[in-house]
Nanobody
Framework: VLLVESGGGLVQAGGSLKLSCEASRRSAPTPSLSAVGWFRQVPGKEREFVAAISANSMTTYYADSVKGRFTIAREQNTVYLLSDSVKPEDTAVYYC?????????????????WGQGTQVTFSS
């Protein structure tokens, strides 16, 4: 595992979400140098794209399902996925991944390095 996600757990209605993605060792493609994407997956469904940030942090891109509710941001060697408007349909395992190909940022096959995932569960 080269990337490590953290921050998952129960998110209550009206609560906030803050997921972090960091490199697990020094030889890993650090989130500060790569384009990074967040994906999510629920049992029985395909893994879906959520958001991506370019290597220089100048550009971000979101799936329609989270646009306006989620924010992807980078601070030094950590990439965050943030939200203050979590919905029940956001319950999933969230994965971060790194790539050098930001042009194809919404495709899983673009990403070479993946984290192990962190579970986020909406709680009413």
């Amino acid at each position: 595992v080269l990337l490590v996600e953290s921050g998952g757990g129960l998110v209550q209605a009206g609560g906030s979400l803050k997921l972090s993605c960091e490199a697990s060792r020094r030889s890993a493609p650090t989130p500060s140098l790569s384009a990074v994407g967040w994906f999510r997956q629920v049992p029985g469904k395909e893994r879906e794209f959520v958001a991506a940030i370019s290597a220089n942090s100048m550009t971000t891109y979101y799936a329609d399902s989270v646009k306006g509710r989620f924010t992807i941001a980078r601070e030094q060697n950590t990439v965050y996925l943030l939200s203050d408007s979590v919905k029940p349909e956001d319950t999933a395992v969230y994965y971060c991944a790194a790539t050098d190909n930001y042009e194809k940022r919404s495709f899983q096959s673009t990403y070479i390095y993946w984290g192990q995932g962190t579970q986020v569960t909406f709680s009413s």
